[in-house]
């Protein structure tokens, strides 16, 4: 079965940088684009990075454009992401999803990594 | 990039029927049959249970079901559960490999 498994959250200071790692199995990760959406405490879900299954085309939402990376090792099976000049509005869980195939839906989520930016 | 409007909340009786709207514009909902709707419990990942406006994944059950008018994508849960006490998000494709929910409804069952 498909299995995300989300890791390196923590606390970072405002200004700092993280970088977010995605264990996958249970499917043909190379075949795959893959997501990360984003829930800050108590709030609704955000998209927030896409990369095709080959890594060749990357997107991102506005509110990370130029501070956040995504990435793909498709040799470690694990999706990336770089997250530079955090703000203390990037507080939230992180969640690894994959794509359905088309494009048009995402069908599976990790449970998540908590990334909290504070002094 | 602006989130879709659901309802905050809605509520209903084991038994009933309720639906939750999700608005968008015409270049999100309106635009594209590429709508999904994601159920969320407390503490938990979503869930996804429609996808391209009207389709069930596997293992869905019947009583989830969805449609598209115009700009206002709906998802209607009958013959409501307990366990169907969640956070509900609908997600629309945005165009230019971009992606977009909704602020997210509460179901409440009575």
């Known amino acids: 079965q498909v299995q995300l498994v989300e890791s390196g959250g923590g606390v970072v200071q405002p200004g700092g940088s993280l970088r977010l790692s995605c264990a996958a199995s249970g499917f043909p990760f190379s075949s795959y684009a893959m997501h990360w959406v984003r829930q800050a405490p108590g709030k609704g879900l955000e998209w927030v990075a896409f990369i095709y299954y080959d890594g060749s085309n990357k997107y991102y939402a506005d509110s990370v454009m130029g501070r956040f990376t995504i990435s793909r090792d498709s040799s470690k099976n694990t999706l990336y992401l770089h997250m530079n000049s955090l703000r203390a509005d990037d507080t939230a869980i992180y969640y690894c999803?994959?794509?359905?195939?088309?494009?048009?839906?995402?069908?599976?989520w990790g449970q998540g990594t908590l990334v909290t930016v504070s002094s | 990039q602006s989130a879709l409007t659901q309802p905050r909340s809605v509520s209903g009786s084991p038994g009933q029927s309720v639906t939750i709207s999700c608005t968008g514009t015409?270049?999100?909902?309106?635009?594209?049959?590429?709508v999904s709707w994601y159920q969320q419990h407390p503490g938990k990942a979503p869930k996804l249970i429609i996808y391209?406006?009207?389709k069930r994944p596997s293992g869905v059950p019947d009583r989830f079901s969805g449609s598209k008018s115009g700009n206002t994508a709906s998802l209607t849960i009958s013959g409501l559960q307990a366990e169907d006490e969640a956070d509900y998000y609908c997600?629309?494709?945005?165009?230019?490999?971009?992606?977009?929910f909704g602020g997210g409804t509460k179901l409440t069952v009575l």
């Open positions: 391209d406006v009207s």
């Open positions: 999803a994959k794509d359905a195939g088309g494009y048009d839906t995402i069908d599976y």
């Open positions: 997600c629309s494709y945005a165009g230019s490999y971009t992606w977009v």
């Open positions: 015409s270049s999100d909902v309106g635009g594209y049959n590429y």
